[in-house]
């Protein structure tokens, strides 16, 4: 009984150890789902890099909730806020901004940009966007920013044209 209880303590101790060196070093960029705000994250050992919308710093609340808990959750200790002076894969556009995570290239903005080839389109206030060309490949979101008829009305146009759509009522999306 006793070797088995040893064995089973070893066991739970190298997998505690395992699963915390894992997510320590494991780069994760992360679309949150916060209702009035489009916040992008960015998890690198223990630093969270956060883009937003200028107003989500003053809302302590939809930090305290979301983003605390997912950095609490993640071991995360220390929490920035991203501009373009201090992240290498950072870039304003016009009417935007582009991030650069493990390949993958997220505008968030208001409107879309044309021209561009990107992965996911995070935005932050209804646009029409029935004249504007993007990939088939690239995922749309709607900020939080977003809601009621004119978000109903952007989903209906957005399934319309066929654009590939990821809902944030779902639950954050990993990048």
Not at 22 to 31: D, S
Not at 55 to 78: C, M, P, R, W
């Amino acid at each position: 009984m006793l070797k088995w209880l040893s064995g089973a303590v070893t066991t739970y101790l190298f997998y505690s150890i395992g699963m915390s060196t894992i997510n320590y070093y494991l780069l994760e960029g992360r679309i949150m789902a916060i209702s009035k705000h489009s916040v992008v994250t960015f998890k690198k050992g223990n630093t969270l890099f956060i883009m937003a919308d200028p107003s989500f710093k003053e809302d302590s609340l939809a930090y305290q909730y979301h983003i605390k808990n997912y950095a609490l959750s993640k071991g995360v200790t220390s929490v920035r806020f991203l501009s373009d002076e201090n992240f290498i894969g950072y870039r304003p556009l016009q009417g935007g901004r582009l991030l650069l995570h493990q390949q993958k290239l997220v505008f968030v903005g208001e409107y879309f940009p044309k021209g561009v080839y990107l992965d996911y389109i995070l935005l932050s206030k209804p646009d029409p966007i029935l004249e504007t060309k993007i990939s088939p490949q690239s995922t749309i979101l709607l900020g939080g920013q977003i809601f009621g008829k004119r978000r109903l009305q952007m989903l209906n146009t957005i399934d319309s044209l066929k654009f590939r759509y990821y809902e944030l009522d779902q639950g954050s999306l990993l990048l």
